[in-house]
């Protein structure tokens, strides 16, 4: 087997199965239990029977099953663990820990005087009274209202429970309102976060029974499949549309306890999803400065660059022209030599004089050490007005070096 941390070691993870029951191992790797045994069913290592811990704590005597050779070396890639999902202490408050700890243990909640008075509730009566029912039976409120997706037998629990659900959240210190678009939507407001619920009723299908066999009416009755239809079933759910990831965003009328009695963990999970979402949006404010520190240091860089650019390109055309300079001037000194030789006269006013001071000029031109002595260079010529009115200048003729002033007559 390979010893890369990402794949199994089929003879260590044989060990471990043996000596840890296969849920406490699985989490030490970060999945479930049934993907463990998956991944030793391909490895082809065998597990323990049931009731094999329970034998072992009882000091019976047990023997593992061989581990079985392979005709060819099984290299399988470990799974990617779930993320571990964040303490409570880590994304809330002392405060804020303490109200989901009050919220989770309380039990049943008993409606508060007035709650079935609140405007929401109010309007939610008033728009659901001569609504609609669709396909499956389910109102359909017209207007501004509580997201209630309920019959009409299960419409006055349904805004009981509503009514529960927002009396606790006021009693919190937050907010509930309604929106209208394509679906209405009851929004909670709180610690600045957006959790959008509803009631929803669940709907059974339901077969019709089957026409007499034979003739037209069976085949015109079944002939998109069994002719079934819809009935609500009175079970309720609470569903949050958004959110949700590792935090639980359903909960729903059981055997044993009712959505009634579950009123506070519903709004302990509402606070939870705000968390959740609180951390998000810090993250991605976090993660936003963070981009923006980068280009900012990038820009800063990019600028920094340029100008050490700038610089080096000016520390060498500096340098080039000072090395063209004083090749000027070494040729200025080698013809002056060469003219002495010839017993040519290099005095100012002689031809010969007057152009090596006109090539010391140059060289000083040259010079970034030296002050640029002024040049006809420097001057440009208006364009004449034929050239300059078809919009090109009139090309300067080609530059023919001349002869030695020594060799000129």
Known sequence: MSNDDRFWDRDALYEEVWSTPMRTLAQKYGISDVGLAKVCRKLSIPLPGRGYWARKEARQELKREPL??????IILRKPDPRPERPKLTDLATEPEVKLIEKLDKTGEVTLRHGSLSHELIIEARAAFRDAEVDARKILRCSGSCLDLRVSKNSLDRGLRIMAGIISI??????KVSTTTGKQDHTIALILGQEVRFGLVEKVDRVEIMAPPKGGLLERVLTYGGKPVTFEPSGVLSIQVWNGGGSNRSSWKDQKAKRLEAQVSQVVAGFIRLALADRRQAEERIAAERERERIAEENARLETAIKLEGRKVSALRNA??????????????SAARDAASVNGQSTEPGTPFGDWIKWAELQADRLDPLKVSPPSILDQKPEPSYSYYRYGYEKPDPPFRFPKPIWKMK
């Open 68 to 73: 079985p050779s392979l005709k060819e070396k």
């Open 319 to 332: 340098a080039a022209g000072w090395h063209r300079a004083e090749r000027i001037r070494s040729f200025i």
């Open 169 to 174: 959240i006021e009693d919190s210190g937050f």
